[in-house]
């Protein structure tokens, strides 16, 4: 049962942004209401003001364990973890413009664990200067940056626990430079408070900020998306660098807010100062879909001496709908796999993580509507003491209206 917090939490979003739709004078407005791909639309004949609502649903069926092991222990226990099902993702978006065109908003809440995940006013009236105030995702990597919704396969790959600098509330300024030759670039730049999802100040110590810079080899930014669904039938490249650093309580970012990696205590004000680098690509052509990332990180705990711990890790993942060269291919059909790795470096136990997944996606309507299944085996390698696996099985309904 839905209680009345969450329910005031939704209505009060949707006044919100009822109340950026309508304008200050009480003219009446002509306005029209429909169903796109994005939701139910209602937006007035002028294009002054529209706004998209989409709900989304997310079940999920995982055996033996939902979660993905990180440290030596979950291994020993992840077998007796027994059948997992229900809801993993209850969302409500809504976003659009108010006043003109280019004057955005975006609002995310989630159902599941009763929080408000995205909230973003942006200007966008240059293609060559944009600027957004609020919470959001980081444009940090490519693979935390698509949507949980427009994803290849089931969840995100091992290393995003590790490296995700994750939803802040901060600014940013971006866009496209260059036109759609060669030369053609995107950028990210940022401020965050630096102490993760719902907190609006840091620490006194450094924010975070972060930059990133992608060259669209072939001209053109295809944004953040997964699966090449349009098939497309020019290549589609890019390939980004991006940094970021700051000093908080916190090793490690998620959608449930700041938190700590495996070994490292809680933590006080700016007590660790994190350095990441990231270098990632992507591809697309006549249905062959591909993407990776490297990611290096240096924590520095400054209540034990400035220590140093280090973190290397990298994914490459691929997808292929083959209906356009072998006749027995079912269109909706998609193949994808992925490889990920990474690396605990002068740490005290000297580990190594792997994972290996196999996925296939049945799309009934683009990413609005598919069904997932997925088979994932982690490994870890820690010295003296062997390597240690365990696989899951998992199948998914996403379904966005």
């Known amino acids: 049962m839905i209680s009345k917090k969450i329910l005031f939490k939704v209505g009060l979003s949707l006044g919100a942004a009822l109340a950026v739709c309508l304008p200050a004078q009480a003219d009446a407005l002509d306005a029209k209401v429909s169903y796109q791909k994005n939701g139910f639309t209602f937006e007035t004949t002028d294009n002054r003001f529209k706004m998209q609502i989409q709900g989304r649903i997310q079940t999920r069926f995982a055996t033996p364990s939902d979660s993905q092991p990180t440290a030596l222990e979950d291994y020993a226990s992840y077998s007796a973890g027994g059948n997992e099902f229900g809801i993993n993702r209850a969302r409500l978006k809504i976003k659009g413009h108010a006043y003109q065109p280019w004057l955005k908003f975006a609002i995310e809440h989630d159902f599941v664990n009763s929080r408000l995940l995205t909230y973003t006013v942006n200007v966008e009236k240059y293609d060559w200067l944009k600027f957004k105030a609020g ?16 994803q290849q396969m089931l969840d995100r790959s091992i ?24 030369t053609s670039l995107s950028y990210w730049l940022g401020i965050g408070t630096g102490n993760g999802l719902g907190s609006n100040k840091n620490d006194g110590g450094d924010p975070l900020y972060y930059g990133r810079l992608q060259w669209n080899i072939t001209g053109k930014n295809f944004g953040f998306k997964a699966s090449d669904l349009k098939f497309s039938e020019t290549l589609q490249a890019n390939v980004a660098i991006a940094y970021s650093s700051n000093e908080s309580a916190f090793t490690r970012f998620s959608s449930s807010a700041g938190g700590q990696l495996e070994e490292f205590e809680a933590g006080v004000a700016n007590q660790y100062k994190l350095d990441q680098y990231n270098i990632d690509f992507a591809i697309k052509y006549r249905g062959l879909s591909a993407q990776g990332e490297y990611h290096e990180k240096t924590v520095t705990d400054s209540a034990n001496n400035s220590a140093e711990t280090d ?17 027995w291919w079912p269109a909706p059909l998609e193949l994808a796999a992925r490889y990920a790795t990474y690396e605990e470096v002068d740490n005290l136990f000297d580990e190594q993580h792997f994972e290996k997944a196999i996925a296939a996606n049945w799309f009934f309507n683009g990413h609005s509507n598919k069904l997932t299944a997925d088979i994932t085996q982690f490994d870890i390698e820690q010295t003296g003491l062997g390597t240690v696996d365990e696989v899951r099985y998992r199948l998914q309904w996403d379904l966005s209206f």
């Open 311 to 327: 973190y290397q890790g990298y994914y490459v993942q691929a997808g292929y709908f083959g209906h356009a060269y072998f006749d």
């Open 135 to 150: 919470q959001w995702k980081f444009e940090f990597s490519r693979e935390r940056s698509i949507s949980s919704g427009g």
């Open 159 to 182: 290393i995003n626990r590790i490296f995700t600098i994750d939803r802040q509330q901060g600014a940013a300024i971006y866009g496209d430079l260059g036109g759609q030759g060669l």
